[in-house]
Structure formats: structure tokens, C-alpha cells
């Protein structure tokens, strides 16, 4: 009995710690390459380190598209000391910055970054304009109804896979707040579109 005792309790702590994907700096390689990384004008390179800091490249390859990448795209992260950037380049390998400046229609210039940036993506749908926000002018950007769905050594999943709606994944990659010179901020939001069919689209139109 006691034998069973130990070998259930070796088993429930080796599920434990298989039920956990994988290391979290991969995990973003994945959500990069099977988010933005699915447009045609855009590549996600592997991950590598230098320095004990995790770097993923993403290169684009036009103009627009680099400077979209460089502003919309989520730069530094930390997972409990595990250090990850992610650099946008041209297709000469070249750094590109963000721009500082967002003129003087800032809403419309962080749309046409977003757009930029998501250009020819399969899973983007379009950006929404909000004149308010919670207190403050917004854009919701709209995906579709999908799944992005990477292998992620998940044991809880038959084939092992990471399974995510693709607006979270994009939620989780690009940058939510903007702030303005003038100290103005604007709000980002992620939203999936309604699907056509289904008990979803008539509760909508219930409350309309």
C-alpha cells in the first residue's frame, strides 16, 4: 500500500509539472511566429542568447511595416528573471526604433500603425475607432474567430499543443496604452469578431 502511496504521489507530481507548456521564453517565439509572424511581409527568426538576455527577431520587410512592428510590438519582457527583447529589423537587418512623435492626429496615426503592422495578416480583421474609452478615445482592434494552436509541450492537450484565441495571443505581443505628448492617453483593446452563425450573433442583435 504504501508502495502505491508513493509511486501515485511520484506520479501526480511528475503531471504537475508536466501540465506546465513550455519554458515561457519560448512560448513567446511561438505566439510571435504563429501571430504576426503568419503575414507574408513578416518573419519571426529563432530565439538566441546573448548575455543571459533571450532575443527574438522580427523582421519585416518593407518600410511601413517595420516602423507599424517597432511601435505596436511589445519590447521587453521579464519572467521571474528570464529576460526576453524582442528587436524589429529591416530586411537588411538593420534595428528599427519606434517613432517618437505621433503628429497631430495621434488616433489616427497609432491606427495606421496598427494596420501597418498587421498588413496581409490572415488573422487580423480591422481596427475600430472609439471615440470614448473608459474616459478616454480608443481603438478596438478586431481578429477573427480563430485558434492559433502551437506545440507546447501541454500535457493537459492530447497532441501536446498550446491552444489560444488568436485575439489574446496578439493582446499578449502588441502594446495596450499609449500616451501622448500632451499627456493624453489612448486606449488599445482586442476584440474577436462575431461569428455569422451561432447563439452569440442572435444574443447580439437581442440587445440592440
Known amino acids: 500500500m504504501k508502495i502505491r502511496f508513493l509511486l501515485a504521489s511520484t506520479l501526480l507530481l511528475v503531471c504537475m509539472n508536466a501540465l506546465a507548456l513550455s519554458p515561457p521564453q519560448y512560448t513567446l517565439q511561438n505566439q510571435l511566429e504563429n501571430s504576426i509572424g503568419v503575414s507574408p511581409c513578416v518573419t519571426v527568426q529563432e530565439i538566441r542568447e546573448e548575455n543571459g538576455v533571450f532575443l527574438i527577431d522580427v523582421v519585416g520587410c518593407d518600410e511601413s511595416v517595420c516602423a507599424g512592428l517597432a511601435y505596436v510590438l511589445k519590447t521587453e519582457y521579464n ?31 497609432i491606427k495606421k500603425l496598427f494596420q501597418d503592422a498587421l498588413k496581409d495578416n490572415p488573422y487580423f480583421s480591422k481596427v475600430i475607432d472609439s471615440e470614448q474609452g473608459f474616459f478616454m478615445p480608443a481603438l478596438w482592434l478586431e481578429f477573427q474567430a480563430e485558434i492559433i494552436q502551437f506545440y507546447a509541450d501541454n500535457i493537459g492537450d492530447f497532441y501536446g499543443n498550446g491552444n489560444y484565441v488568436a485575439s489574446d495571443v496578439f493582446s499578449e505581443i502588441m502594446i495596450n496604452d499609449f500616451v501622448q505628448e500632451e499627456d493624453m492617453m489612448y486606449s488599445i483593446f482586442y476584440s474577436t469578431k462575431l461569428k455569422q452563425n451561432g447563439s452569440s450573433v442572435q444574443l447580439f442583435k437581442a440587445f440592440r
Open 79 to 109: 519572467y521571474g528573471g528570464i529576460q526576453v527583447q524582442v528587436r524589429v529589423l529591416d530586411k537588411n537587418g538593420v534595428l528599427v526604433e519606434a517613432q517618437e512623435s505621433l503628429g497631430d492626429d495621434p488616433l489616427s496615426e
